[in-house]
């Protein structure tokens, strides 16, 4: 059952509505303080690990919510202009940066999703009681993942924020060289967070095409790759559609991308391409900004997407011998 509640914890983190980033601190303090848990854990001790992520990404974007009067983000601004101390930031949060985020952060769409990760005892208690499905995702192979994703999901709601565009001019642009997502304003170039971990979530960590698990972080085996669905040299051979965008990027793990018998230059076969655009409309469910950018480039309808990928693959195959790859997939639990 890990799978589902690996499901609800990244429906959770991506797509989720946001008011303020609370609950991108919650979800990565959890999982980070989840091995000095034991079933539960006190407002004291969640509270420095917490106000710590959100310290954290006030350097990085000082947006932190649509709502520009708050008292608790000022107290970590104050926090970081070494005007209070610990003792005064885990204060604050106790008194008001928890006030909204633990009753609604399992909240998506219209209710709860079905997996609970804590249960809320702090009238009675003082803390928030743990659940075994929650040690069984942050004892899983996938923490790093999901901590990565929240960082992505983070930084690209932060930025879409901060940056207050017009849907219309809110496109998320790839680096291929960085393998790095950022947005290209009028003035300048706001760098977002790796593609990787931007991704990862999309795919249930797992590669695009064959469907074993993959990991965000380090060089192992595991190690996910970009993968240009429709491939790169395309371009180089005169293909005249952008490629290098999100809507083409997918991961792969080591073998498929460029093993024994990896997928390389190829163009996959096409009932990869349905799942493409599964993932794709996966990307669009996520408000703020990669909805935009997807719709920007390939309509706003589902049905107008569909026919857009349709379009590149019967072009496509005009520029390449139509030599559709494939691969094994292994069964996902
Ligand atoms: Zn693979």
């Not at 609800?8 to 999982?31: E, M």
């Not at 992520?53 to 926090?79: K, M, P, V």
């Not at 073998?255 to 390389?264: E, H």
């Amino acid at each position: 059952m890990s799978i589902e509640y690996e499901k609800d914890w990244r429906r959770i983190v991506l797509y989720g509505r946001n008011t303020a980033s609370y609950k991108f601190a919650l979800a990565r303090a959890l999982l980070k303080i989840s091995a000095d848990t034991q079933g539960e854990v006190s407002m004291e001790e969640l509270a420095l690990p917490f106000s710590k992520e959100i310290t954290r990404h006030i350097g990085i974007c000082d947006t932190q919510s649509t709502n520009a009067n708050s008292q608790f983000l000022n107290a970590c601004r104050a926090y970081n202009q070494g005007e209070v101390d610990d003792e005064h930031l885990l204060d604050r949060a106790l008194h008001l940066g928890f006030k909204n985020v633990i009753g609604a952060f399992h909240y998506v769409d219209s209710g709860n999703v079905q997996t609970q990760f804590f249960d809320d005892q702090r009238k009675i208690k003082g803390k928030l009681v743990l659940t075994d499905e929650f040690y069984v995702l942050a004892s899983s192979i996938q923490k790093s993942n999901l901590l990565e994703e929240v960082e992505a999901r983070w930084r690209l709601v932060e930025a879409a924020w901060a940056l207050k565009l017009p849907s219309r001019l809110l496109n998320v642009d790839y680096n291929n060289e960085k393998q790095e997502l950022f947005i290209q304003t009028r003035l300048r170039r706001v760098n977002l967070t790796s593609a990787r971990s931007a991704l990862d979530g999309y795919q249930m960590g797992r590669c695009f095409y064959c469907r074993t698990p993959i990991q965000v972080l380090g060089e192992g085996s595991a190690h996910s790759e970009v993968d240009h669905f429709f491939p790169w040299v395309l371009m180089k051979r005169g293909f005249d559609i952008n490629l290098d965008l999100l809507w083409n990027l997918v991961l792969a793990c080591k073998d498929c991308n460029r093993g024994s018998s990896g997928k390389f230059e190829r163009i996959p076969a096409r009932k990869y391409l349905k799942r493409l655009h599964h993932r794709n409309e996966a990307l669009i469910k996520s408000h703020k900004p990669l909805r935009e950018t997807l719709m920007n480039l390939s309509g706003p309808h589902s049905a107008d997407r569909e026919i857009f990928i349709n379009e590149v693959y019967k072009t496509a195959l005009d520029y390449m011998n139509p030599n559709p790859w494939t691969v094994d997939e292994v069964e996902v639990l």
